[in-house]
């Protein structure tokens, strides 16, 4: 069956960097396209990155709030996508989901603090 396996988070001071993957079996991954999301408390689910299948030119598209600081990519011999965040901000405090669409990982926390 189809799964995905996010790990990566952790806790990390602002200004600081991790990077978030996103292990994907059950399916032909290179053929699809990815997203991560997150989920805060009180906030609306956020779109934060998407990248398309080498097919569909492996574009990457990012929410206006990472802008320049996150960077999507995938490997697709490792079935896996990934996801480097630098200069995190407290905001970016939340737990991070990768989909393909319609398949969701469980999620992995990222904490930004001091």
């Known amino acids: 069956q189809v799964q995905l396996v996010e790990s990566g988070g952790g806790l990390v001071q602002p200004g600081g960097s991790l990077r978030l993957s996103c292990a994907a079996s059950?399916?032909?991954?290179?053929?699809?396209?990815m997203s991560w999301y997150r989920q805060s408390p009180g906030k609306e689910r956020e779109l934060v990155a998407t990248?398309?299948?080498?097919?569909?030119?492996?574009?990457?598209r990012y929410a206006d709030s990472v802008k320049g600081r996150f960077t999507i990519s995938r490997d697709n011999a490792k079935n896996t996508v990934y996801l480097q965040m630098n200069s995190l901000k407290p905001e970016d405090t939340a737990v991070y989901v990768c989909?393909?669409?319609?398949?969701w990982g469980q999620g992995t926390q990222v904490t930004v603090s001091s």
């Open positions: 990248i398309s299948s080498d097919a569909d030119g492996g574009n990457t």
């Open positions: 059950g399916f032909t991954f290179s053929w699809f396209g």
């Open positions: 989909t393909t669409g319609r398949a």
